[in-house]
């Protein structure tokens, strides 16, 4: 990024509702850049971002959305047209569960094949606690991308994530947090056991394992194996004087 000019100019404002028992505030804001080489002045990039947040008070639920116009030089390869659009949500509906999800779509560069992809993600997540000290995180995001002349299908892919925590006691935790990727075809287990007494004096234990699901074809052997694994612990203590 040294090697860059940019000029850019951000407009925004909020509306507060302070009477009102749906509304919280209302945040609007517009992002208009543009960047060039630092040496010949060669235009890179330019973009228009315009930006929507919205809160209500009701399960605090919170809304945001934005829009991106851009073209970009990349690779030697000019890409005019870009485009994308976000909207995410996300809810408290109880002490005890939280959810939130996203989806984006728009003409977005597929920038290891240097061309133009016809691009959708989409997410979800929630957080559960079903006990005072027990935790359950998980999410799922999915993303793909097709060619926009020729419909061929550039990249599919399905993350799963969950982590589980348990809070023993005030100084005692464990988590064990856990991923599959399904275009990968990798699934991942990180357990860890923390003991903190403070911020500065703790003692932590854990081990990571990564397996894979292997090809015949391509690796000369089936199914899931491990591939990596790892032991790891640290101790740290404040000493005062």
């Known amino acids: 990024?040294?090697?860059?000019?940019?000029?850019?100019?951000?407009?925004?404002?909020?509306?507060?509702?302070?009477?009102?028992?749906?509304?919280?505030?209302?945040?609007?804001?517009?992002?208009?850049?543009r960047e060039w080489n630092f040496d010949d002045w060669f235009r890179k990039d330019e973009w228009i971002n315009p930006n929507l947040e919205v809160k209500f008070r009701t399960a605090q639920i919170e809304m945001h959305a934005n829009f991106i116009a851009s073209n970009e030089h990349f690779r030697g390869t000019r890409f005019n047209g870009i485009w994308g659009v976000h909207n995410c949500l996300s809810a408290n509906l109880s002490d005890a569960l939280r959810v939130s999800g996203n989806v984006n779509y728009g003409h977005r560069i597929a920038?290891?094949?240097?061309?133009m992809g016809k691009q959708l993600d989409y997410g979800f997540s929630a957080n559960v606690k079903p006990l005072d000290r027990f935790l359950i995180s998980a999410s799922y995001n999915y993303s793909r991308s097709d060619d926009v002349?020729?419909?061929?299908r550039l990249f599919s892919q399905s993350v799963f994530w969950?982590?589980?925590?348990?809070?023993?006691?005030?100084?005692?935790?464990?988590?064990?947090?856990?991923?599959?990727?399904?275009?990968r075809k990798t699934w991942d287990l990180d357990p860890l056991v923390t003991y903190r007494?403070?911020?500065?004096?703790?003692?932590?234990?854990?081990?990571?394992?990564?397996?894979?699901?292997?090809?015949?074809a391509r690796d000369g052997?089936?199914?899931?194996?491990?591939?990596?694994?790892?032991?790891?612990?640290?101790?740290?203590?404040?000493?005062?004087i």
């Not at 990024?1 to 009477?19: D, S």
């Open 1 to 33: 990024m040294n090697n860059v000019r940019q000029a850019q100019v951000n407009v925004g404002g909020t509306l507060r509702f302070e009477k009102s028992k749906v509304l919280d505030y209302v945040n609007g804001s517009v992002n208009v850049a």
């Open 111 to 115: 920038r290891y094949a240097l061309v």
């Open 149 to 152: 002349n020729t419909g061929e």
């Open 162 to 183: 969950s982590r589980l925590s348990l809070q023993v006691s005030r100084e005692f935790s464990m988590r064990v947090v856990s991923q599959y990727n399904d275009r």
């Open 197 to 216: 007494i403070n911020s500065l004096t703790m003692f932590y234990i854990g081990t990571t394992h990564d397996y894979r699901d292997f090809d015949l």
């Open 221 to 240: 052997r089936e199914g899931w194996d491990l591939t990596d694994r790892q032991f790891f612990l640290k101790v740290q203590y404040l000493f005062q």
